[in-house]
């Protein structure tokens, strides 16, 4: 099981819980295997060019559907190179605000950021992760100017965000709630179109008038290309099983994850429709990486 990102982040735990599910499901051992560096793309290429003899698993994200359009060479394409297997959990976002911010709801945000256009501080995990993308497709949406701060990471954003040293952010839901509920940041909506059960009075983006917005963090499972379609139905069985169960649900709700368990086809549909999404936005925002 080839996870393209470092130890303890979300991608790693969605990971191994997979992991762990299929060694006892097979009577197996199925190691997890960390790859990371360049935003998940070492790990995948790896993936990629792996035989698709059934013995390579890999854990897929966000990340690389938006990757086709912000690196110049990328060793992969994500609708060509993976039998895509299914879509583990979707992790909305939460977009707050300082609490010294005067603005209550999204409506009042793109009234101050009109108001002042480029003042507007917001954080991100870096150029061209997610939580950059979410914001310039709200500014796109929205039709407002504000100031891109990239961090190396979401625990450096969150903490500035708090001193208030930056205005806003979004960020997955898992990392924040605790903030949020503490009252040292607030939440103005949810990043999906639909709202998100541990906050059903947060209504979302689009809720707040921005027409159209959806956006959120994933994580999935895919195989090398070719792998046999015997061993892309166990596999997906086996994890279809685990994430329809209660337990699983609940379990995943706690860490801000709501979970999945789609077919492959509508997986791989779903993979499409997200690289042509954030393709259309890095080009409207012109983000570009080496």
């Known amino acids: 099981m080839i996870i393209p990102f470092p130890p303890g982040g979300p991608t790693d735990l969605m990971g191994r819980t997979a992991a762990d599910r299929l060694s006892r499901a097979w009577g197996v051992q199925v ?48 609708l060509k190179d ?10 909305p976002s939460l977009l707050t605000v300082h609490p010294t911010l005067p603005v209550k709801n999204v409506k009042e945000l ?53 001193s208030g040293q930056i205005e806003l952010a979004f960020n997955t839901a898992i990392t924040v709630m605790p903030h949020v509920t503490a009252g040292k940041l607030k939440p103005l909506a949810v990043s999906t179109v639909e709202r998100f059960p541990p906050l059903p009075e947060l209504p979302t983006v689009e809720e707040g008038g921005v027409r159209g917005f959806d ?57 499409k429709r997200e690289t042509e999404k954030w393709a259309r936005v890095a080009k409207s925002a012109n983000v570009k990486l080496d």
């Open 82 to 91: 993976f039998s895509h297997i299914t879509l583990m959990a979707i992790l």
């Open 110 to 162: 793109v009234a101050l950021a009109k108001s002042q256009p480029g003042k507007l501080t917001y954080a991100s995990t870096g150029n061209g992760t997610s939580p950059h993308m979410l914001m310039e497709m709200f500014k796109s949406m929205a039709g407002v100017n504000m100031l891109h701060v990239p961090y190396k990471g979401q625990a450096p954003s969150v903490v500035d965000q708090i």
């Open 215 to 271: 956006g959120s963090s994933w994580q999935a499972v895919v195989m090398p290309a070719g792998t046999p379609r015997e061993i892309v139905a166990k596999v997906y069985q086996e994890l279809s099983t685990m994430l329809k169960s209660a337990e699983t649900r609940e379990k995943f709700l706690a860490q801000g994850a709501l979970a999945s368990g789609i077919t492959p086809e509508q997986f791989a549909a779903f993979v």
């Open 31 to 78: 190691v997890a295997d960390n790859r990371p560096g360049a935003g998940g793309n070492i790990g995948t290429e790896q993936c990629a060019k792996s035989p698709p003899d059934g013995y390579t698993i890999c854990m897929f994200t966000v990340a690389q559907s938006i990757s086709p359009s912000v690196y110049k060479k990328l060793g992969y394409d994500p």
